[in-house]
């Protein structure tokens, strides 16, 4: 058992120790690093993001929309076999930016609103770049064009959907659709409990931003290859990693980039994801899936929606040539579902 311990504790240690020296051995490519993940939390997060997460949580917690649940449950029951209570879940994923779907979720489970079978369904495709990042963020201002922001965007959303559709029918209980109650918390009462938990969430969304945008800022000091930074800042900080793809990757790769979401991100919904009983293994598999999907969808849009190359900013920075193969994105996200399947079918899927 302690030699057990010892060994999962290795690498949290070894990482630790790693963070340390690099702290005293370039203190200013740290203190950089904060300051830019301060930059983009004030520019970027905070006006995209805030205002969604208020607006959801208080939609959750007044059941305001109801009639325009039932309208849509049909829609939610067929289609993804989900209750007309995650309606707005799947809506608010779709334009609130990435942690709002995953927070949702858990806020349904915990009023018993959901169960946690759905809430594990929910969590494997509510995750997603809204448009305000993706559109404005991503094509606006990195690869100036809104035609290839509001593209990204369609491949994502149709990805996430399709996701959504096709895991449904892993689920091997019963459909069940939990009845409608309006909740009788008043919209005053309602509106202060939202904004309290908004800017908590925020404050740890924020918080791991800053601590990767240090860590990034480090790793562009060091002499390693630039396809090294790119590949490490696409995987870890989905923000610098579209920064650093912009003009030199593919479009459908920035697609795969803001698909997956980068560990950034994973660390700061997991939290919310692990309420439900979903392992990471299962959530991380069906984030690379999102991205190859995500990315071969594009790439079909733009053979029908064709962006021109010379709107696109380049930077100098070369790439492994093996980073920017969509097929091998989709290759991974075969291997990503036989792994799903990969599981004892006399155990529960999630």
Not at 11 to 17: D, F, G, R, S, Y
Not at 167 to 184: A, G, H, P, Y
Not at 212 to 241: D, N, W, Y
Request: aromatic content about 10%.
């Amino acid at each position: 058992m302690i030699t057990v311990k010892i060994k999962r504790n290795i690498l949290p240690a070894l990482l630790i120790v790693i963070c340390i020296f690099l702290m005293f051995k370039m203190p200013y490519a740290v203190s950089d690093g904060i300051m830019q993940g301060l930059k983009i939390c004030f520019y970027t997060v905070l006006p995209s993001l805030f205002p969604f997460m208020v607006l959801s949580l208080y939609i959750i917690k007044t059941d305001i929309l109801a009639p325009l649940y039932k309208i849509l449950s049909p829609v939610s029951r067929f289609v993804f076999r989900q209750p007309a209570q995650s309606v707005p879940v799947i809506f608010m994923s779709l334009i609130g930016g990435f942690p709002v779907g995953a927070k949702l979720t858990a806020s349904l489970l915990s009023k018993g609103q959901i169960t946690e079978s759905q809430a594990q369904h929910l969590n494997m495709f509510c995750l997603n770049g809204g448009p305000a990042f993706t559109v404005t963020a991503v094509g606006v201002s990195m690869l100036s064009s809104r035609r290839a922001g509001v593209i990204i965007y369609a491949s994502l959303c149709i990805s996430a959907l399709l996701i959504g559709f096709l895991t449904s029918f892993l689920n091997e209980k019963q459909f069940v659709n939990n009845d409608m109650r309006l909740r009788d918390e008043s919209p005053l009462s309602a509106l202060t409990v939202s904004v309290s938990d908004g800017v908590q969430s925020m404050l740890g969304i924020c918080a791991w931003i800053i601590i990767f945008s240090g860590i990034i800022s480090c790793l562009r000091k060091m002499p390693f290859h630039s396809g090294i930074i790119l590949t490490v800042s696409a995987l870890t900080e989905v923000t610098s990693g579209c920064s650093e793809a912009a003009g030199v990757l593919p479009i459908p790769a920035i697609a795969a980039i803001i698909g997956f979401g980068g560990i950034c991100v994973h660390c700061q919904v997991y939290q919310y994801v692990a309420a439900s009983g979903l392992k990471y293994r299962l959530f991380f598999a069906f984030r690379t899936l999102h991205a190859a999907i995500a990315a071969l969808i594009c790439q079909i849009l733009l053979t029908v929606f064709p962006v021109e190359t010379s709107t696109i900013n380049a930077q100098s920075v070369n790439v492994i040539p093996f980073s920017v193969s969509v097929p091998a994105f989709f290759a991974l996200g075969i291997m990503c579902i036989i792994m799903v399947f990969d599981v004892d079918t006399k155990k529960k899927m999630w």
